[in-house]
């Protein structure tokens, strides 16, 4: 299964990628914390290495992940087979990589070369296949004044082609149809949470739909049943009013848990894991759709590409999914 990355760019990726935030390991500012709690790089790299191994070509990070320290991995993983993987990175926030701080925002144009300067060292690569804004609520405005500045960045060789990690279908078409190169929406999107605004304009403008938060954060994975917290040192703890799946004691929030156990049977049916058939309803609801799961070990991993081998749900078993969580829209 192989996707393209938006209108006419010749960036082929695998339909399925993975995402490296919490491959960065901790990171806090301002009393939060924002990264996945302790990780071991080495565990990391051979977690990639399996990917690979097993057909994925994708990886999407950020400069901010870790305060940098997710593009440190992911560049160790790949340094010898860069020009066999596609990988995606974002702009927009500050941070200190010594003390692993988050800083805030910084939505100006002089800071795109900045930070994209930061990523090629931490990469250790000359050029980035897809540069995304990672300032969701940016002002359309703002955001366009910037197209100018990564429209040289694909000419000076770069960029491949830029993007921007939005939920709002208004800013995703105001910056495709302003850049000549602008080839993916990022959204927050999965079987729980329906995209269809950012579905229908990555269609009807052919941006490819990177999809963050295709198991709902990790309560797709169906560990999170029995009761368990994520750590103290976990982003999904620490309260943030976007964090709607877990509650600030860390647990699982009970209404998304009581949704998933509505649909487990039809998700985990004709051998899948339940994870592997959230992943299938993404597949089934769009073929521009390319979903970014993250992962902290090898055996994640081999869940995660695991659902490549069964490929996207068939109607029958998608439109069952539909019926019991939108049934209004039925």
């Not at 960036?11 to 935030?21: D, N």
Request: proline share 3%; hydrophobic share 40%.
């Amino acid at each position: 299964m192989e996707r393209f990355l938006g209108r006419d760019s010749a960036i082929e990726v695998s339909a399925l990628g993975l995402g490296c935030w919490a491959v960065g390991g901790p990171f806090a500012g301002g009393g939060s914390e924002f990264g996945w709690g302790a990780i071991d790089d080495a565990e990391s790299v051979r977690a990639i290495h399996r990917g690979i191994a097993d057909g994925v070509t994708f990886f999407d990070t950020s400069s901010n992940y870790g305060a940098g320290h997710s593009e440190v991995v992911l560049g160790t993983a790949v340094r010898d087979r860069r020009d066999s993987v596609v990988i995606a990175s974002k702009w927009g926030y500050t941070f200190d990589e010594e003390k692993r701080e988050a800083l805030g925002e910084d939505g100006s144009v002089g800071y795109i070369r900045e930070c994209l300067e930061g990523s090629l060292r931490r990469l250790g690569t000359d050029y980035i296949d897809v540069y995304q804004l990672h300032i969701g609520d940016l002002p359309i405005e703002q955001a366009l004044d910037m197209i100018p500045t990564l429209e040289d960045l694909v000419a000076e060789g770069k960029l491949r082609a830029y993007g921007w990690s939005t939920d709002d279908p208004a800013r995703a078409e105001a910056f495709a149809e302003a850049g000549a190169h602008a080839a993916t929406a990022q959204f927050d999107m999965s079987v729980l949470r329906d995209a269809a605004g950012m579905i229908e304009t990555c269609e009807s403008l052919g941006l490819g739909g990177i999809v963050r938060g295709p198991l709902a954060m990790g309560l797709l994975s169906g560990k999170y049943h029995d009761g368990r917290s994520v750590g103290e040192r976990d982003v999904r703890s620490q309260g943030h009013a976007w964090m709607t799946y877990f509650g600030k004691d860390g647990r699982g929030a009970p209404e998304w848990l009581a949704a998933v156990d509505e649909v487990r049977e039809i998700l985990a049916s004709n051998g899948r894991t339940l994870l592997q058939g959230a992943l299938a309803w993404l597949w089934a609801r769009s073929e521009v759709l390319v979903p970014i799961p993250g992962f902290r070990n090898e055996a994640q991993v081999a869940e995660i590409v695991g659902a490549l081998a069964h490929g996207p749900l068939g109607a029958a078993e998608f439109a069952e999914v539909e019926k019991v969580l939108r049934p209004a829209q039925g």
